[in-house]
């Protein structure tokens, strides 16, 4: 059974940084692409960055290049989002998700989910 299962969110100060995984089992990453979205309280979920495996990424929006960077294990099925200097804006949930046909800003173009990792950044 595939599934997707979110880790590393947490409570963080503003300038700090965290790194979540997102574990992919059961997907053939040849096939899929992994996308983080994220949602503030209040707000409607956005897109922030994908990632093929053959290491091919894009990030989003421009507040967050520089700031965030998307990478990806293969052996271990495995994407990895990492935020630095990260603002309270940033704060929210982390969902990664699974896209069969390439990368889509879209949360409608997303076939699988996973349940989402919280993270705060508070001042």
């Known amino acids: 059974q595939s599934q997707l299962v979110e880790s590393g969110g947490g409570l963080v100060q503003p300038g700090g940084s965290l790194r979540l995984s997102c574990l992919a089992s059961?997907?053939?990453?040849?096939?899929?692409?992994i996308a983080w979205f994220r949602q503030a309280p209040g707000k409607e979920r956005e897109g922030v960055s994908c990632?093929?495996?053959?290491?091919?990424?894009?990030t989003y929006r421009n507040s967050l290049k520089g700031r965030f960077t998307i990478s990806i294990d293969r052996a271990q099925s495995t994407v990895y989002l990492q935020m630095n200097s990260l603002k309270p804006e940033d704060t929210g949930v982390y969902y990664c998700?699974?896209?069969?046909?390439?990368?889509?800003?879209?949360?409608?173009?997303?076939?699988?989910w996973g349940k989402g990792t919280l993270v705060t950044v508070y001042s």
């Open positions: 059961g997907f053939n990453l040849d096939y899929y692409v």
């Open positions: 990632i093929a495996s053959t290491g091919a990424s894009i």
């Open positions: 998700a699974a896209a069969h046909f390439g990368c889509s800003e879209s949360s409608g173009d997303m076939r699988a």
